[in-house]
């Protein structure tokens, strides 16, 4: 089953802008991680923050996590047409033993 | 970084036909792999957990007699997909963390894409 939802389930912008999007999940959790697919590829892991901690950066990615709201938020800063992918929440619950994604979010980067 | 490889990465088979698909560590040992599936535009979904050394565990709503997972040794894990049906075309995909240290860290395999004619 899907822990989280992902929003919004698209997301189109222009090169330079910020792009941000949303998870929300509903139990408990030991860390949430990002990743980014690209069209038909495997996933890239891109940042992971554990529930004891409010915010993360790597470059230009920008993590937030709220676990009184359980919810996150990924923010890509100055997008470039190479950002253009699904990018995805994932859970860790407190068994941490297993992954639980998100719907997912679509981003296009129009150069 | 760590390295997981699925072969094939494309198969196209006619129902009723089986289809195995391999996923390997090839740097690191994983006791434990992953197998998850993705249809199109929607998110993975877990399969099932390979156990080297031990019968795999299933999520709910899968077929352990569908789906068979075999995990021979500490860098390959294998899924069968036995008599493949149309709806059973889709994006299969292994993880696995590394056996030493904890999950925080999984690593995923390119993915591979069934097509059941």
């Known amino acids: 089953s899907q822990q989280g939802e992902e929003d919004p389930q698209a997301l189109s912008i222009q090169e330079g802008e910020n792009a941000t999007m949303n998870c929300s999940y509903k139990?408990?959790?030991?860390?949430l991680q990002w990743y980014r697919q690209n069209s038909g590829r495997g996933l890239v892991h891109l940042i992971l923050?554990?529930?004891?901690?409010r915010e993360k950066h790597s470059g230009r990615l920008r993590v937030t996590l709220d676990t009184s709201k359980k919810s996150s938020s990924l923010l890509i800063t100055a997008s470039r047409a190479a950002d253009t992918a699904s990018y995805f929440c994932?859970?860790?619950?407190?068994?941490?033993?297993?992954?639980?994604f998100g719907g997912g979010t679509r981003v296009l980067v129009k150069p | 970084g760590a390295v997981v490889s699925q072969h094939p990465s494309w198969v196209i088979c006619k129902s009723g036909t089986s289809v195995k698909i391999e996923c390997r560590s090839l740097?690191?040992?994983?006791?434990?792999m992953f197998w998850y599936r993705q249809f199109p535009k929607q998110s993975l979904m877990l399969m099932a957990t390979?156990?080297?050394?031990?019968?795999?565990?299933?999520e709910q709503g899968v077929e352990k007699d569908k789906f068979l997972i075999n995990h021979a040794s500490l860098t390959l894990s294998t899924l069968t997909v036995t008599s493949a049906h149309p709806e059973d075309s889709s994006f299969y995909i292994c993880?696995?963390?590394?056996?030493?240290?904890?999950?925080?860290?999984?690593?995923f395999g390119p993915g591979t894409r069934l097509l059941v004619l």
């Open positions: 993880s696995a963390p590394p056996a030493t240290g904890g999950w925080e860290t999984q690593y």
């Open positions: 139990t408990s959790i030991n860390n």
């Open positions: 923050i554990r529930s004891n901690e």
């Open positions: 740097d690191f040992q994983a006791t434990t």
């Open positions: 994932a859970t860790v619950g407190a068994a941490g033993n297993k992954l639980t």
């Open positions: 390979s156990n080297e050394g031990s019968k795999a565990t299933y």
